[in-house]
Each structure stands twice: as C-alpha cells, then as structure tokens.
C-alpha cells in the first residue's frame, strides 16, 4: 500500500485545516457567560490600636461581628491575649504587652473576611504598665 500522493497544495490545505479547527476548539472552550460569584473566603482580621496620647500596657476589648471568630491570638510577640465567646458573634478579650499606636493588638479568624466592615470592635478598658486606669476614651480601636 503506498502513501498517498499530496500535490503541491497539500501540506498547505492540511495546515490550513488544522489552523481552524484549533481555532473552533478553542472558541468552544471560551466564555461560558458570567462566572459565579465567589464564594465566603475566610481569613484573618486583626485589632488595631490608635493611640495618640501614649501606649497603654493592657486593654479589654469587645468584638461583635456577623459571624463566629475563632482562632483569637495576640496581635504581636510581645503581648499576651486572652479571649472568651458571648455566644456565637461576640468574643470579650484582654490584651497584655507591649502594645504601640497603629499594630495590630489582637488577631482573629472570621469564615469571610469580604464581611470585615461588619466587625465592630469596642474598647472596654485600658491602663499602663502599673494596671492603673486610663481613659478609654483617649484611645481607638479598629477592625481590619
């Protein structure tokens, strides 16, 4: 059996045909239309404090959200946290270090942080190194 005889367009008309039905696969395989949304993807938010007048040396904290915080930690090496849930949204935590204006004081996780603006963190109390009172009120804390 011989093989059969191409003429002098041949390998052309085969290239040519290969060309387009690689581009009609590939077009099947394009936009479907819209993609699905993303689905909740969980992470990590933190506390941070403001603290404009001085760092305070612990703080006891209120966090309210719209869903569970697990995985509470302390917000750097140098401090110490302690946390307790108020049911499933809300966690009451005491914070103790060293802890200077604009970091992170607290960590948590949250089962989707596209939700992180409905975190609402609340400072309760705040004193210095001697545990003596301070004006809560001179101090911020925020969720990012």
Do not use: K, N
């Not at 909740?40 to 703080?59: C, E, F, I, K, N």
């Not at 004193?127 to 809560?136: G, V």
């Amino acid at each position: 059996m011989s093989a059969p005889r191409l003429g002098p367009r041949g390998p052309r008309r085969l290239a040519s045909t290969s060309l387009v039905t690689l581009a009609l696969g590939l077009a099947a395989c394009g936009d479907s239309g819209p993609a699905a949304p993303p689905g909740p993807q969980a992470g990590q938010l933190s506390v941070v404090l403001s603290a404009p007048t001085g760092a305070p040396s612990a703080l006891l904290l209120r966090i309210s959200g719209p869903g569970p915080m697990t995985a509470v930690t302390p917000g750097g090496p140098d401090q110490t946290a302690f946390a307790q849930g108020e049911g499933e949204a809300v966690i009451t935590a005491a914070v103790f270090g060293t802890l200077p204006d604009g970091v992170a004081v607290l960590r948590f996780r949250v089962p989707d942080v596209a939700r992180a603006d409905g975190y609402l963190a609340t400072l309760l109390q705040a004193s210095d190194a001697a545990y003596a009172p301070l004006s809560a009120s001179a101090y911020a804390v925020s969720v990012e």
